[in-house]
């Protein structure tokens, strides 16, 4: 084993520390935001909590799961997240692979007019208008409006393009056709880049609330939306008539509730994530 000399260990070690206290600032807002969830008013309000929770209780967590609008808002966050992120990957996947083909007939004039989608684009009040004229006020027109992305397709565009035509061109011989090069090539080749944007598809609609709050009926509205909602009415009911519960502990239930599916699903696709964070950079 190769000796270090005097300056790659110190180089290591404060790398080390430095990583260590990037780690734990980025850690700490989950342990305060579950410890102060948890802990009894006096010591929320005040300040107190810190670290670990004081005073044990768990009776936001109660009144959280004994709303009925809750649940239903977070069906309606799994469904318009389970859905749409399926229905943006087929579109992405899809055209990501048409667009990656040098032979695609004007080629060219579509990549360069998905590109200036990224550049340009109607403006909030315009799009809201062409929304609410085409009838996006329920989940499955929501899922299908945002279900485009023109900046994740460009990323599985590039991914495509780096792959090798020779593995192409010996399964177009063996007989196989447009759709089944796609899944049997191109997709399992490309697992890190495809979870990759999954995840942030995911990512971006679980956490929707701007078009979900502008767009969406009452009854078809995520979680997100919800949370505001009901935070609202706490802080009013709190202002007229008082209310024996912390409103930061009440909030801060309903942030560890919404964050769980995530940090629930992203340490299992972890692995893949990190091998395609970079996908799409560089185009070989």
Known sequence: MKRLDRSEIIFKILSYVILTIF??????????????????????????????PMGLNFETYK???????????????????????????????????????TRLMFGRGFNFMLTLTMWFNAGMIPTLQNFLAFGVTNREMFIIALGFDAFNIILLRNYFSSI??????????????????????????????????????????????????????????????????????????????????????????FIVCSIVPIIILYPKLQKYFAAGVNVGGVKE
């Open 23 to 52: 780690a734990l600032c980025c850690l700490y807002p989950f342990i305060y935001v579950l410890s102060a969830s948890v802990s009894a008013k006096e010591y929320v309000d005040t300040g107190k909590v810190w670290l670990w």
């Open 63 to 101: 009144m959280v799961f004994q709303e009925e609008g809750f649940w239903l808002a977070y069906c309606n966050s799994l469904f318009i997240t389970g859905y749409g992120c399926l229905v943006s990957m087929i579109v992405a996947i899809t055209g990501a692979y048409a667009l990656s083909k």
């Open 164 to 253: 090798p035509t020779e593995i192409e061109e010996a399964a177009t011989i063996d007989g196989a056709n447009e759709f089944q090069i796609l899944t049997k090539v191109y997709i399992p080749m490309s697992k890190s880049s495809i979870v990759t944007v999954a995840m942030f598809y995911a990512v971006s609609r679980w956490n929707g609330y701007l078009w979900a709050q502008m767009l969406l009926d009452p009854k078809d509205r995520p979680l997100t939306v919800y949370m505001r909602t009901a935070i609202a009415q706490a802080v009013k009911d709190a202002g007229e008539k008082g209310v024996d519960y912390s409103l930061y502990a009440y909030q801060y239930a």
